[in-house]
C-alpha cells in the first residue's frame, strides 16, 4: 500500500476508495499475455496497480511492472478505460476500493523476470485460449470479458 493510500485509510479505514490504476498487458512475438499470480489469493491477474499522487498512468504502469517483476516495458496503446462496480476490490483485510484504471498494450524491452515475492509470486505468459481456464481474479476475469480476451 503506498503512503498516499495509506493516509487516507488511516482517515476512512475500510470505506470504498475511488482510485487511479493503470494496467498492462505485455505480449509476446506469439501474441500471449504475462500473467501474474497474486501472494494473497493465489489467483492470477493482470500487471499493474496505483497511479501515485503527481505521476501519469503511462509512467505507473512502467514502475508496476518493474516492481512487481522486474522487467522493463514500453508502452503501446490505450485500448480502454474500466470503472464502475464490475472492478470494485474488497481486499482479504476488508478495504473496498473502486478502481478506474487505464489499461495499455505493452511490450517487453528489457530485464530480468523476477517476481518480487510480496504482491507476485509467479510470472507467465498464457494464450487467449487459455485464460478461460484460469483462476483470474474478478477484476482480472471481468477485464478479459471486456476486451473479448476470455473466449
Known amino acids: 500500500m503506498s503512503s498516499y493510500v495509506q493516509r487516507l485509510r488511516d482517515a476512512l479505514g475500510s470505506d470504498l476508495l475511488l482510485l487511479p490504476a493503470v494496467v498492462v498487458l505485455p505480449r509476446d512475438p506469439l501474441q500471449r499475455l504475462l500473467l501474474v499470480?497474486?501472494?494473497?489469493?493465489?489467483?492470477w491477474a493482470f500487471l499493474g496497480g496505483g497511479v501515485e499522487p503527481g505521476e501519469t498512468p503511462e509512467l505507473a504502469g512502467v514502475r508496476e511492472v518493474a516492481e512487481e517483476i522486474g522487467l522493463e516495458v514500453e508502452l503501446g496503446r490505450l485500448l480502454t478505460v474500466?470503472?464502475?462496480?464490475?472492478?470494485?476490490?474488497?481486499?482479504?483485510?476488508?478495504d473496498r476500493v473502486a478502481y478506474m484504471a487505464a489499461v495499455y498494450e505493452a511490450q517487453v524491452v528489457g530485464g530480468d523476470l523476477q517476481p518480487d515475492g510480496t504482491e507476485?509470486?509467479?510470472?507467465?505468459?498464457f494464450g487467449q485460449e487459455q485464460l478461460t481456464a484460469l483462476d483470474l481474479t474478478r477484476f482480472a476475469r471481468n477485464l478479459a470479458e471486456d476486451l473479448r480476451l476470455a473466449r
Open 82 to 94: 474500466v470503472g464502475g462496480q464490475r472492478f470494485e476490490v474488497t481486499y482479504q483485510n476488508g
Open 37 to 43: 499470480r497474486h501472494v494473497d489469493t493465489g489467483s
Open 120 to 125: 507476485v509470486s509467479e510470472a507467465q505468459w
